[in-house]
């Protein structure tokens, strides 16, 4: 049912992730099923780059671990060391982007909605594909630029951080 679905989709940190990789297949139905978000005027403004190899994941994390250390008002080496593992740990990271329409012809909140909502399709379908997903964004998200090709009017929102699960995660509470 899908309540249950809805119910049961938690955010899993890398940590709990197994030292598995992702079959190319699933990162495809995740983005696929990302991409039937609701969109308004049809401008699809969501963008996803993945980074899924270990050549990949190690530039990602490199990157991350050096802006950490640049921008932190206290860096640390153990908060740099736990921000690339976090990539590290991860059987891929998809950077989350949005593409405003050229033509702006809906407000970005709006747009933005629609990446997010892209982004709930794809974290309930790793739920499906009993993966599991977290979504971040570092400080250093906004400068993914220098090792990403951007589109014009493209930016990265966020990470979403994926792996297979060691074990099945808690069931979640809420408050009402």
């Avoid at 190899?53 to 671990?65: H, N, Q, V």
């Avoid at 950490?68 to 990539?87: C, H, S």
Wanted: net charge neutral; proline share 6%; charged share 30%.
């Amino acid at each position: 049912m899908l309540f249950d679905k809805i119910k049961n989709r938690r955010a899993v940190y890398p940590a709990a992730y197994a030292d598995e990789p992702i079959d190319k297949e699933d990162i495809l139905k995740l983005v696929e099923a990302a991409n039937w978000a609701p969109t308004h005027r049809r401008t699809e403004p969501w963008r996803f780059k993945v980074f899924q190899d270990e050549k990949a994941k190690e530039k990602l994390a490199d990157f991350i671990f050096e802006k950490y250390k640049l921008t932190a008002k206290k860096p640390t080496e153990v908060g740099a060391r736990i921000r690339r593992d976090k990539v590290m740990n991860s059987g891929a990271v998809i950077a989350i982007c949005l593409k405003r329409c050229p033509k702006e012809s809906v407000p970005e909140w709006e747009e933005l909605a629609s990446v997010a909502m892209a982004v709930q399709n794809m974290w309930l379908m790793t739920h499906e594909l009993n993966l599991g997903g977290y979504w971040s964004s570092p400080v250093s998200v906004h400068q993914l630029d220098e090792i990403l090709p951007m589109e014009e009017n493209e930016r990265c929102i966020g990470l979403f951080y994926l792996g297979k699960l060691k074990e099945t995660p808690e069931a979640g509470t809420r408050e009402t």
